[in-house]
Every structure is written in C-alpha cells, then in structure tokens.
C-alpha cells in the first residue's frame, strides 16, 4: 500500500500551476514547503515528467539571462527552453551570460 500523499497527475498539474506554493498547499492540503519542494524536484523526483527542469534560481543559469535568449526563444534555435523550461541553461554547453 501507497503512502503517497499525492499521484502522478497533481504533481504535473502542481509543477504546471501558475498558483503561488500557498494557495497550492491550501488546495492540496500540504504545507506550501510541500510544494516547493515538488517544484523544484526535491521529492516525487520519479513522476516528475522526463527531461523536467525546475525553474532556475537567482543564482541559477537560465536561458533568460544568456546572451543569446531573445526574448522568448533561443537564438541558436535550441528548442530545449521552450519544451523543458528555462533551467536547461544548467545543461547547455553553449551558455554565456552578457557582459
């Protein structure tokens, strides 16, 4: 028997939300901690989708701050942003901040 609080479908409907980690914890009843750590991949890491990257901290490589993301796409035509989110930046050989 599961002692999982929750299944593969709400962790991809909580990683798809655009609700805070509050309003999430209220809805699922969990602690917004509960979802952060969903969020960024720390817990229930083995139904997250295949090739999920969190999103990128503050300190984080991401695509937004490259040199060559143009707005809302790579301008060496990398699709991996757009399908697996920002934080592929942490993968990408080609990554170079401005300045």
């Known amino acids: 028997m ?20 509050r309003a999430l914890g209220k809805l699922y009843g969990c602690s917004r901690e509960t979802i952060r750590q969903i969020r960024v991949g720390k ?14 901290g503050p300190g984080d490589p991401s695509c937004e701050r490259c040199q060559e993301w143009r707005g809302e796409a790579c301008s060496l035509g990398f699709p991996d942003p757009i399908e697996e989110g920002l934080g592929f930046a942490r993968d990408c050989s080609l990554y170079a901040v401005e300045g």
């Open 2 to 21: 599961s002692t999982r609080k929750f299944s593969a479908e709400q962790v991809a409907a909580i990683i798809a939300s655009t609700e805070t980690h």
């Open 43 to 56: 817990i229930y890491r083995d139904v997250l989708p295949e090739g999920y990257y969190p999103p990128p």
